[in-house]
Nanobody, 117 residues
Framework: QVQLVESGGGLVQPGGSLRLSCAASTSTFSIYRMAWYRQAPGKQRELVAT???????NYTDSVKGRFTISKDNAKNTLYLQMNTLKPEDTAVYYC???????????WGQGTQVTVSP
């Protein structure tokens, strides 16, 4: 069982920055892949960024060059640094983890990000 707790969301003006955090209840070494997803009102949940256990990262095109996914293994924490935020980034952001052995998916409760003047 892996528990994920997100934090760091909030209201920010266009062009601003936020850093989301996702604290995992287990060592990140037991996790195969971690990722951030988001879901805007009336839209399907979409993959924003992934980070493999080997350190490989991938981003959806709309956030490339603006968002950075990273992790601190000592703190069992995943981050999403979001810069140059746009109103279309407004969504609930979810942390996701895939267990290394079971390949089971785990989700956090989500954190709201609102980009508005």
């Amino acid at each position: 069982q892996v528990q994920l707790v997100e934090s760091g969301g909030g209201l920010v003006q266009p062009g601003g920055s936020l850093r989301l955090s996702c604290a995992a209840s287990t060592s990140t070494f037991s996790i195969y892949r971690m990722a951030w997803y988001r879901q805007a009102p009336g839209k399907q949940r979409e993959l924003v960024a992934t980070l493999s256990s080997g350190g490989n990262t991938n981003y959806t095109d709309s956030v490339k060059g603006r968002f950075t996914i990273s992790k601190d293994n000592a703190k069992n924490t995943l981050y999403l640094q979001m810069n140059t935020l746009k109103p279309e980034d407004t969504a609930v952001y979810y942390c996701n983890a895939v267990h290394r052995i079971t390949r089971r998916n785990y989700w956090g409760q989500g954190t709201q990000v609102t980009v508005s003047p």
